[in-house]
Structure formats: structure tokens, C-alpha cells
């Protein structure tokens, strides 16, 4: 009797692996996978919601990139203005306080010369190299050149007021991209001569600002004693309002 099997309990049977998953298949749900766990898909909803997200990250991301290069051109421009200023201060302290323009060509100077570049060329003992002159914000189509020999104003993104002298306190250079001057007329072939009158008002100075092409409403100048100012336009006009006297015109030197 111990060997024998309860009555009504057949033999039991051994199920093979393919018999098992047919089992298994039967017991599970219909929307459950092999791990037992729910499948989900994504709705419309939440995919555009990850969309969205993902735009709003990256554009964030080139937002960021885009004024930390803006920053690093601003900067650089600053590092060029202040070798310029230091050339002109070792230039005025050489010259017993005569710029460059005030040094006739026969003594080494650039007096009469028409282009900006020229004037600059005067200093390059004074300037490391030509990308001294040229302003990288605008290197896409004012590139500094390899030497000063190859130097034209289409390497210059600075100008020169070369109507400052060196026993006056005023802008000697500055970024190129200023409005609200007057082409003043010149004699023959040269830069560009942009002439700026006052009588001192808030009307006449108010007209001077700095353009949109390249640090957007903003750039920099030196002053006399070889200090880099960095300003808006608010800061531009009261800088124009100190050294424009009555009836007072600056000529400025522009590459063309």
C-alpha cells in the first residue's frame, strides 16, 4: 500500500520548456511582460512635454555660450585698446607730448598721411603685432594681418582722434563702430574722417552713440593717460559732453 498512488491520482506527467511557457503565457496578463511588470507608452502629451524641454535646455545652453563668447571678444578688445594706449603714452613721452600726427614723417612721425592704419604703423615699435589693431569681434571680414608691411585699413577695426593733442585731456582711440558724426571732406584718397560738433548740450551729444554691428551699444576708447574706458552709450555721450566745448569739432580717423 505505500507504493500505491491515492485512487483518482493519475501518473504525473513532466511538462517540457515549450509546454511551460504556454502555462506561463495563460497565467499572466495581457498587458504584463515577461518580468511581471505593467507596460506604459508614452502619450503625445508627455512626448511633446519632453520636446519642450529639451528645446528650452538648449537653447538656454547656446543663450550661455553665446555671451561667454561675447565676453572673451570684449575682453580681447579691452587687451588691444590698452596696448594701444601704452603705445601712445611711450609715444607722447618720446616725443616731448606729440602724438603721432603731430610728428612730422621726417622726425619718424605720421603728420599728413591720410589712412588710420598709417598712423598706427608709426607705433608698431610700440605694438607687438598688427592684431594689436583689429578688433576681434570683427575678424570675419577685417582680419589682422601678418605684418605690418600687409597692413591696410581693411586690417584696422580702430580709430584715431586726430585732433587730440598731448597736452589735452580727451579720447585718443576707440572702436571703429560709432554713429551720429559727419563726414567730414577730405583731400584726395584716405580713411574716413567722421567730425563730431557740440556746444556742450545734451541735444547735440545725445546723437553719439555707439552702432549695432559689433559690440551692440557699447565699446571702449582710450583716454589720454593710456586708460581703457569701457561704456554704453549713456557713458559714451557724457564722455563726449566733458571734451566738446563750445562750437568745439573732433576729426576722428576711421578705416574705411
Known sequence: ????????????????????????????????????????????????LILVTVGIVSAVGLLMLGRARHKSIRSQCVQNLKMIGTAEQMWLHEYEDRLPWQVPQSENG????????????????????????????????????????????????????TTASGAASSILSLDMDIEGGEEAATAGEGSRRLMFCGDGSASISSRFIWSKTNHVDSGQFTLIDGSVVAADNPDLQRQFRFFLSAYTCVRFLMPR
Not at 4 to 31: D, N
Not at 145 to 161: F, H, K, P, Q
Open 110 to 161: 605720421s603728420q599728413g598721411l591720410p589712412f588710420v592704419f598709417q598712423q598706427f604703423r608709426a607705433m608698431s615699435n610700440y605694438l607687438s603685432s598688427p592684431k594689436a589693431v583689429g578688433c576681434p569681434g570683427l575678424q570675419s571680414w577685417r582680419p589682422p594681418a601678418a605684418s605690418w608691411d600687409e597692413t591696410t585699413d581693411r586690417n584696422v577695426g580702430y580709430g584715431l582722434n
Open 1 to 48: 500500500m505505500g507504493d500505491r498512488l491515492p485512487e483518482g491520482l493519475g501518473k504525473p506527467r513532466i511538462l517540457g520548456a515549450e509546454a511551460l511557457l504556454r502555462a506561463r503565457e495563460k497565467t499572466m496578463k495581457p498587458c504584463e511582460g515577461l518580468n511581471g511588470r505593467r507596460r506604459q507608452a508614452f502619450s503625445m502629451l508627455e512626448l511633446l
